[in-house]
């Protein structure tokens, strides 16, 4: 039996940075992360034996260092947690920095800036501290809303006048790159000289593209992840539109039937993934072939 790799596969940049940035700060002292580093229930239980431990907030926090995830926070958090005196090891992934720095320097410029992104997600909340007047959008119809009246938009049609004459798109940077090109052709078809900025990070595209690609080759697909993964999700269900997918957390969810009369199989994770998880899962697989 053939056992393929898709070829990116794994903790993204930032989650790999991140962890490694954390580990070797920390010294002996206990360290704690506002809200899981990934979601990634082994990673994490394997971060507790390194004395890494989750705070779902402040009053959570029994050390006094604590980890600024990869997907940043907002400006209020950092200063309240430097205010409480806390050590910070600051995890944020520079791509996620480079978005705040962006949002702040447009909102000083006088642009409008909209965020394509989640609420409720904490990185779009860490982006809108850097812009407090930026405005969180989900797709066309909030910029309908938004535009609508604006001396520069082209027509108007529906909503309220915000008397709007710079705006600016940015991303969340795990968002959906072909509804953030449909909102920027929205944009531009409705508005005069928007400008648009494409700060969506390429690791789960480049993920999804590459599993796509290795589960047309192979007999069965393994796709390695939490299941609370949404980017590991959306790889099992891009695979199993394709070939006969199972989605596992760990080596020990195998089940060798799986893998009888196979020829190939392919092996693919999420970008929560560690790398130890995809070695041991490949490692049974072997025993199987
Ligand atoms: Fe950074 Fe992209 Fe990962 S923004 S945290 S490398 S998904």
Request: hydrophobic share 40%.
């Amino acid at each position: 039996m053939k056992i393929l790799i898709a070829k990116e596969a794994g903790f993204c940049f930032g989650a790999e940075r991140a962890s490694k940035l954390i580990l070797s700060k920390k010294g002996k002292e206990k360290v704690f992360t506002l809200g899981p580093l990934v979601h990634n229930g082994e990673f994490i239980k394997y971060l507790e034996t390194r004395n890494v431990f989750v705070a779902s907030d402040l009053e959570d926090i029994k050390s006094d260092k604590v980890a600024i995830r990869s997907h940043g926070v907002s400006k209020e958090l950092e200063e309240e947690l430097k205010a409480k005196d806390f050590k910070l090891i600051d995890a944020t992934c520079p791509y996620v920095k480079r978005v705040q720095k962006l949002a702040e320097k447009l909102e000083k410029e006088g642009y409008k800036v909209l965020i394509f992104g989640e609420t409720i997600h904490s990185e779009v909340q860490g982006i809108k501290s850097y812009a407090p007047k930026a405005i969180i959008i989900k797709g066309i119809e909030d910029v309908k809303k938004i535009i609508k009246g604006s001396p520069d938009a082209r027509q108007s049609k529906v909503g309220i006048s915000l008397g709007l004459k710079k705006i600016a798109l940015i991303s969340q940077t795990t968002q959906n790159l072909e509804e953030f090109e449909k909102l920027a052709s929205f944009l531009r078809a409705n508005y005069r000289n928007p400008k648009i900025f494409n700060t969506i990070c390429d690791a789960t595209e480049k993920r999804q593209e590459a599993a796509r690609q290795l589960a047309q080759k192979v007999d069965i697909m393994i796709v390695i992840g939490g299941k609370n993964s949404s980017n590991t999700t959306r790889l099992k269900e891009i695979c199993e539109e394709i070939v006969l997918t199972h989605h596992i957390e760990n080596e020990k969810e195998l089940q060798k039937n799986w893998f009888l009369k196979v020829k190939s199989v392919g092996v693919t994770a999420g970008a929560s993934t560690p790398d130890f998880s995809i070695k041991a899962v490949l490692n049974r697989i072997k025993n199987y072939a």
